[in-house]
């Protein structure tokens, strides 16, 4: 393998994170989407906060992924294989946007990215067909669109206020 596809699908992994989550091979539930999530909550704080900045960090950030992603598919010879973690990592910065930087909030898209990104509802649940990183990758950012707006919704009922 040439270095730039290691150093590729390194980045694929998260830095190699999804490695520590058990082997699946045929298994769709391994573990690695919660380690890639956790590991996009760890490095979320170091995104720029104004919106602006924030919305180009993230908007190169998954068209990087798209990419990365898509090398890391034809390293490993199989279509969103379980290892690639860059999808959660920049589909919960998706799921965070713009958020109260509360706690609450953050936890709240945390939780809510994860359920979205597994149940895969349509219309985003489509966007996997599209070829390459880009099925790897949008799929994620819908599930995180998905994540925010249900956040701000439950933001906007003051039903999160309640719950603290």
């Known amino acids: 393998m040439a270095i730039l596809e290691r150093a590729l699908l390194w980045l694929a992994t998260g830095l190699g994170i999804s490695y520590i989550a058990p082997a699946g091979r045929g298994r769709k539930w391994t573990g690695a989407g919660l380690l890639g999530t956790l590991e996009g909550l760890l490095l979320w704080p170091l995104l720029p906060s ?3 900045p ?3 960090a993230v908007a190169a950030a998954v068209a990087a992924a798209c990419f990365i992603c898509g090398s890391a598919e034809r390293t490993l010879q ?3 294989d379980t290892r690639i973690v860059l999808d959660e990592i920049v589909g919960f910065w998706v799921a965070a946007a713009w958020l109260p930087g509360t706690w ?3 936890g709240l898209a945390f939780v ?3 359920f979205f990104d597994a ?3 349509p219309p985003y649940k489509w966007l ?3 070829p390459g990183g880009a099925g790897v990758v949008m799929d994620d950012v819908g599930a995180g669109i998905a994540a ?3 956040v701000r919704l439950i933001l906007a009922s003051g039903l999160l206020g309640r719950m603290t």
């Open 128 to 130: 996997e067909r599209l």
């Open 119 to 121: 149940v895969k509802l």
């Open 54 to 56: 924030y919305a180009a």
């Open 50 to 52: 104004a919106p602006g």
């Open 112 to 114: 809510l990215f994860r």
């Open 78 to 80: 199989t279509h969103d």
């Open 104 to 106: 609450a909030a953050v």
């Open 148 to 150: 925010n707006l249900s």
